[in-house]
């Protein structure tokens, strides 16, 4: 049985991904401290004897202690991962995301673990000139988030060829689906969503024309797991984006259509400072290392999303 470490398991992701690890026969270890992970994301999980969870903080020097035993692998998704939360207090983001990173190598190096995977983001790239994005375009950050996650990659760059533990890190892109929280800071499909579902007003920044692409959390997870088992993947940098661009706009509109009855009006507020106009990932990385292609068509995967979120009341 391989053993798996997990952070950030109780969060939007995490919880995806440590439902997939189990399914395929893997003990997996979380570790989360719950500032925005949920522990109903693990009901599905909470009785299996394989997993355990460590309500813990990935900046705590002592981790190895609590784990106990040697790991193969580590998935490293605990971050705080909102720019707008790293424009009000970049230096609790730069301690969670950068510090904390470098705090879970050495976790890695502790209990031997062989391979770590990474969990990077679009938002290194900055607003780039061309489309779709590739993983060789300058890195620029707009953001201390940005920076925070290009620091953190330097650090798992340099465990790889400091202390031999192989690595593999994957940008994602925009991922929506069941679990994502809803607030202020969380994607911009949650909040859309949960706005119809009260019939509150659908707010858009700027003109709307702006596209993203966006990649279901399900096949997110499934990327991720298979980062952490292919051997083709060691050392790369790999985006995880979806297939298709789509204004927000007309994104509001879609979201505004899956809830039955929504009275929300779309309306215009000021655009975002910093926004970036369009975002989508070259995926032709993660299809010859991973073989992974998004499998969910967006228009699916976003009535899904709603009617999970009805279920859960997450609706304001
Ligand atoms: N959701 C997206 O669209 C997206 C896009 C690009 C990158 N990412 C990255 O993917 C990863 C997972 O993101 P998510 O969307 O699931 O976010 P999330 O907030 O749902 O999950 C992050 C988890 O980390 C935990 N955490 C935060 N600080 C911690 C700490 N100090 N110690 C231990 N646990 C801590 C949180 O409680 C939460 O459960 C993050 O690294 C994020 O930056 C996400």
Redesign the pocket.
Known sequence: MTRIVV????????SHLVDQLLAKGYDVIG????????KE?LSNVRNNDRFRLLI????DEDLAIQIDDDVDAIY??????SVSMSIEDPLLVND??TK?TVNILELARKLNAKRVVF?????VYGDPEEMPVREDFALKPLSP?AAS?IAAEMYIRSYSSSYGIDSTIL??????GP???YSEYS?VVSIFTNHALSNEPIKIEGDGEQTRSFVHVSDVARATLLAGELNMAIGATINISGKDLISILRLAHLMKENVQGCKSEIVHVAPRLGDVQDSIGSMERAQKLLGFTPQIPLERGLQETSVWYRAHQDAK
């Open positions: 952070t950030g398991a109780s969060g939007f992701i995490g570790i989360d401290n719950m500032r925005t992970g949920k994301n813990a903080d990935i900046r490293h998704l605990a971050a705080i991962s969670v995301n904390g969990s990077s983001s679009a938002a988030y996650k940008r994602y892109f925009n991922v929506y679990r994502q929280a994607g």
